[in-house]
């Protein structure tokens, strides 16, 4: 059965870096988005992709935050000067009109 | 404002018994109501979805109730299995090509 597959699994980065969590969406899918889901609560929507440019976005997203897919597989959540509540699971998905499917989620931990 | 309202936030059902959580939503325009099952570290699977044509859909021991009056739907899982002990949420969507309002997630704990 096809996945999204995400990289790293676990994220340790200090308060203030940069980082850059990686997603491999289902092939022939067209839509992608990141969720987050702070520990033992909802998992919340932060961004849609489609066509190379960013569909709709929550209020999450600012401008710490940014997506790109810069080549034909992978498809990335950039998170610029990491802060202490950046502290979540990050889950990227990807969709087509048979299904919507999660990738098993990047920890990251500032420290 | 939520826009997906799951309850309850845990349930412990014995090996055998019925589970049942429920959710209720705001936006008629939601057209598409996935279930989704998490164990811990990995990420949401979809367990089974239902639209509003429909009042009932099942798959196995799993089944979606919709009530699109009232504009709440409810998760049935029979004869419930240690196994099935995770963490479910409620979602709903204008469809799959849309971002998900995800409920709060119910921890269901099926003892033996």
């Known amino acids: 059965e096809p996945e999204v597959t995400q990289t790293p699994s676990h994220q340790v980065t200090q308060m203030g870096q940069e980082v850059i969590l990686r997603c491999v969406p289902i092939s022939n899918h067209l839509y992608f988005y990141w969720y987050r889901q702070i520990l033992g609560q909802k998992v919340e929507f932060l961004v849609s992709f489609y066509n190379n440019e960013i569909s709709e976005k929550s209020e999450i997203f600012d401008d710490q935050f940014s997506v790109e897919r810069p080549d034909g597989s992978n498809f990335t959540l950039k998170i610029r000067s990491t802060k202490l509540e950046d502290s979540a699971m990050y889950f990227c998905?990807?969709?087509?009109?048979?299904?919507?499917?999660f990738g098993s989620g990047t920890r990251l931990t500032v420290v | 404002q939520q826009q997906v309202k799951q309850s309850p936030q845990s349930l412990i059902v014995q090996k055998g018994g019925i589970s049942i959580i429920n959710c209720a939503y705001e936006?008629?325009?939601?057209?598409?109501f996935p279930w989704y099952q998490q164990f811990p570290g990995k990420g949401p699977a979809l367990l089974i979805a239902i639209r509003p044509d429909v009042s009932e859909k099942k798959e196995g021991r799993f089944t979606i109730s919709f009530n699109k009056s009232a504009k709440q739907f409810s998760l049935h899982i029979m004869d419930s299995q240690p196994g099935d002990s995770a963490t479910y949420f409620c979602a709903a969507g204008p469809g799959n090509f849309n971002k998900f309002y995800f409920g709060s997630g119910t921890k269901l704990n099926v003892k033996p």
């Open positions: 998905a990807s969709s087509d009109l048979w299904g919507y499917t």
């Open positions: 936006n008629t325009a939601f057209d598409y």
